[in-house]
């Protein structure tokens, strides 16, 4: 497998640092050349923070991606001009003319897990599942904090066994639903990201 | 052999301990702040290795200051505004000649600016910041192996040139987290130079133009002037041992591409258009090397995050035009810099620029 490009778009608070960091040490653990810079904005809370991620099995020099191969989006504050090949987003937030699939990762963290933070390990499953990175439990093991590892494991294991038919059915199931759309206007209106997701996810 | 993913701030900090340190005084400003968190946790386990958080740069720097006249290897971290700050305790440190390491993390000034972008604007601070003639000596890495590196350098030429020596690094290589084995970086230590406290002598340590006997020589030119000459002329030969940079890419074209820190891997996709400068130590400069280098190129261009600073220094030095690719507003991309190219009629023919583009240039 060669190298990729990934870049995770979000805002503070929304686990871009922490899926950036996973994914980085996994593919430490598995001898990968990896380069991970954080991009964030200082001065508004709740304002962009993006991870660019480069990997590959000779060193890298240049860690700026300005082409990304997957974006993983959890909110549309990214760089105006990245372009890529394809879009792992969260509800709502695939642009026109783009290829990707839209994925509901906070709200399946707290369905299936019971707290929205697990939707990041299934964003990262469902990453390295799109990015081909074949990784081990050992793997995993070593690459992760000891702090909630087992469910960590099995929400990544999870994000990483949807498959294009799964993706459908969840989605059908969550359309109704406009979390996202709950979600932005939680967040929107100065609600810390974590509550915004129990809220939006809360049935009305 | 161990390789770990290793942010930049972290791998300063850790070139800091296997130099010897053991003071830090700091204040926290984005994008140094991780060297001070390190410093701290790393402080409640090493007794050793002594933690202040000051109020302010001013108090850190002069900390510092005197932790080295105590007899610690002393360092700080800060960022273009704290930079500021510090800059009469930088003369003091040079007057009196305080071995000592300051780390700034460049980001886009002046002011406040952008506190998490990456800039290179401060380089004729860390030569001129503070008041009067003085030999600075500045480093400025490329990577984060190279961050532990020439932290280790930096240590050992403030020991060896008895100086306040600077670290320069920037948001994007600070903030980078990047496969490294700094175990595998093997630098020499030099030990300590100067007496610590309370030995039994008395010393003076004042700014103020003495004779070796500490009387005030404020009205003497002449000792003045042969007490400066001692200390240039010292610290130059200091300076002569760590010349370090890089002469590389494609040496047969006809260009030379100056660029130093960052800037060079993310220019890499130019790599087979141009040969590279890269100066490592920034100051003093690189006058013999860059005099043997440069002539074997017909044009020279300078790519750095700052309006002409440095393409300025090279041009005096070499009394020949060069050309400049200004990256502004921690614009670091090869984007910006083939826009730049394209600007100034240098952009190699396969590369393509979007004329649409909403980035400035020069």
Same mark, same amino acid.
């Given at each position: 497998?060669?190298?990729?490009?990934?870049?995770?778009?979000?805002?503070?608070?929304?686990?871009?640092?922490?899926?950036? #960091?996973?994914?980085?040490?996994?593919?430490?653990?598995?001898?990968?050349?990896?380069?991970?810079?954080?991009?964030?904005?200082?001065?508004?809370?709740?304002?962009?923070?993006?991870?660019?991620?480069?990997?590959?099995?000779?060193?890298?020099? #240049?860690?700026?991606?300005?082409?990304? !191969?997957?974006?993983?989006?959890?909110?549309?504050?990214?760089?105006?001009?990245?372009? *890529? !090949?394809?879009?792992?987003?969260?509800?709502?937030?695939?642009?026109?003319?783009?290829?990707?699939?839209?994925?509901?990762?906070?709200?399946?963290?707290?369905?299936?897990?019971?707290? !929205?933070?697990?939707? #990041?390990?299934?964003?990262?499953?469902?990453?390295?599942?799109?990015?081909?990175?074949?990784?081990?439990?050992?793997?995993? *093991?070593?690459?992760?904090?000891?702090?909630?590892?087992?469910? #960590?494991?099995?929400?990544?294991?999870?994000?990483?066994?949807?498959?294009?038919?799964?993706?459908?059915?969840?989605?059908?199931?969550?359309?109704?639903?406009?979390?996202?759309?709950?979600?932005?206007?939680?967040?929107?209106?100065?609600?810390?990201?974590?509550?915004?997701?129990?809220?939006?996810?809360?049935?009305? | 052999?161990?390789?770990? =993913?290793?942010?930049?701030?972290?791998?300063?900090?850790?070139?800091?301990?296997?130099?010897?340190?053991?003071?830090?005084?700091?204040?926290?400003?984005?994008?140094?702040?991780?060297?001070?968190?390190?410093?701290?946790?790393? %402080?409640?386990?090493?007794?050793?290795?002594?933690?202040?958080?000051?109020?302010?740069?001013?108090?850190?720097?002069?900390?510092?200051?005197?932790?080295?006249?105590?007899?610690?290897?002393?360092?700080?971290?800060?960022?273009?505004?704290?930079?500021?700050?510090?800059?009469?305790?930088?003369?003091?440190?040079?007057?009196?000649?305080?071995?000592? +390491?300051?780390?700034?993390?460049?980001? +886009?000034?002046?002011?406040?600016?952008? /506190?998490?972008?990456?800039?290179?604007?401060?380089?004729?601070?860390?030569?001129?910041?503070?008041?009067?003639?003085?030999?600075?000596?500045?480093?400025? /890495?490329?990577?984060?192996?190279?961050?532990?590196?020439?932290?280790?350098?930096?240590?050992?030429?403030?020991?060896?040139?008895?100086?306040?020596?600077?670290? =320069?690094?920037?948001?994007?290589?600070?903030? =980078?987290?990047?496969?490294?084995?700094?175990?595998?970086?093997?630098?020499?230590?030099?030990?300590?130079?100067?007496?610590?406290?309370?030995?039994?002598?008395?010393?003076?340590?004042?700014?103020?133009?003495?004779?070796?006997?500490?009387?005030?020589?404020?009205?003497?030119?002449?000792?003045?002037?042969?007490?400066?000459?001692?200390?240039?002329?010292?610290?130059? %030969? +200091?300076?002569?041992?760590? %010349?370090?940079?890089?002469?590389?890419?494609?040496?047969?074209?006809?260009? =030379?591409?100056?660029?130093?820190?960052?800037? /060079?891997?993310?220019?890499?996709?130019? %790599?087979?258009?141009?040969?590279?400068?890269?100066?490592?130590?920034?100051?003093?400069?690189?006058?013999?090397?860059?005099?043997?280098?440069?002539?074997?190129?017909?044009?020279?261009?300078?790519?750095?995050?700052?309006?002409?600073?440095?393409?300025?220094?090279?041009?005096?030095?070499?009394?020949?035009?060069?050309?400049?690719? /200004?990256?502004?507003?921690?614009?670091?991309?090869?984007?910006?810099?083939?826009?730049?190219?394209?600007?100034?009629?240098?952009?190699?023919?396969?590369?393509?620029?979007?004329?649409?583009?909403?980035?400035?240039?020069?």
């Amino acid at each position: 497998m060669s190298g990729k490009s990934i870049v995770i778009d979000g805002v503070g608070g929304q686990g871009v640092r922490v899926i950036g #960091n996973t994914m980085a040490s996994l593919l430490t653990v598995m001898g990968y050349e990896v380069t991970l810079l954080f991009d964030y904005d200082s001065s508004v809370r709740g304002g962009m923070s993006e991870a660019f991620l480069r990997y590959d099995r000779a060193p890298i020099d #240049n860690f700026v991606v300005e082409r990304a !191969d997957v974006v993983l989006r959890l909110a549309d504050r990214g760089p105006v001009h990245l372009s *890529t !090949d394809y879009v792992i987003a969260d509800l709502g937030l695939t642009k026109p003319g783009e290829t990707g699939e839209e994925i509901p990762f906070l709200q399946l963290g707290v369905e299936k897990f019971g707290r !929205d933070l697990f939707g #990041n390990m299934i964003a990262l499953g469902r990453l390295l599942c799109v990015c081909d990175v074949d990784f081990t439990d050992e793997h995993l *093991t070593a690459a992760l904090p000891k702090k909630y590892i087992d469910d #960590n494991i099995a929400a990544i294991k999870y994000g990483y066994g949807l498959d294009r038919d799964s993706i459908k059915q969840i989605v059908a199931e969550q359309a109704a639903s406009t979390f996202a759309g709950r979600y932005a206007e939680k967040v929107l209106a100065g609600v810390a990201p974590s509550e915004a997701v129990e809220l939006a996810a809360a049935r009305r | 052999m161990t390789k770990k =993913l290793v942010q930049g701030n972290e791998a300063v900090f850790k070139g800091a301990v296997k130099a010897g340190a053991t003071f830090f005084a700091g204040y926290p400003i984005s994008p140094s702040s991780e060297i001070l968190a390190q410093a701290s946790v790393h %402080a409640a386990s090493h007794p050793e290795f002594r933690f202040l958080q000051e109020e302010d740069e001013i108090a850190s720097v002069n900390a510092i200051l005197g932790g080295s006249l105590a007899g610690a290897k002393s360092f700080t971290a800060t960022s273009g505004p704290g930079f500021s700050l510090m800059q009469e305790a930088v003369g003091y440190g040079h007057k009196v000649g305080i071995p000592c +390491v300051i780390v700034n993390v460049m980001r +886009v000034g002046p002011g406040t600016g952008m /506190p998490t972008m990456p800039g290179q604007g401060d380089l004729n601070q860390t030569r001129y910041g503070s008041t009067g003639d003085y030999t600075s000596i500045v480093f400025y /890495p490329s990577t984060v192996a190279e961050c532990y590196e020439y932290t280790i350098h930096a240590f050992n030429a403030a020991e060896e040139s008895r100086s306040p020596v600077i670290l =320069l690094s920037d948001a994007f290589l600070g903030h =980078l987290n990047e496969v490294a084995d700094l175990d595998e970086i093997d630098v020499p230590v030099v030990a300590r130079t100067l007496e610590p406290l309370a030995k039994g002598s008395t010393r003076l340590f004042s700014g103020v133009a003495t004779y070796p006997d500490g009387e005030p020589a404020t009205a003497d030119s002449d000792e003045f002037i042969r007490q400066y000459y001692e200390s240039r002329d010292q610290r130059q %030969a +200091v300076a002569e041992k760590y %010349a370090f940079y890089e002469h590389g890419w494609n040496k047969d074209a006809e260009t =030379l591409v100056i660029a130093f820190g960052i800037t /060079p891997r993310v220019a890499r996709p130019l %790599a087979p258009y141009f040969a590279l400068f890269r100066p490592i130590r920034i100051w003093p400069t690189l006058d013999k090397e860059l005099a043997e280098i440069a002539p074997r190129y017909k044009k020279i261009i300078v790519i750095e995050g700052s309006d002409g600073q440095y393409a300025n220094v090279v041009e005096r030095m070499l009394l020949r035009r060069v050309e400049r690719v /200004p990256l502004l507003g921690g614009r670091m991309s090869i984007e910006a810099i083939t826009l730049g190219l394209d600007h100034i009629g240098m952009l190699p023919a396969g590369f393509a620029v979007d004329k649409t583009s909403p980035v400035k240039v020069g």
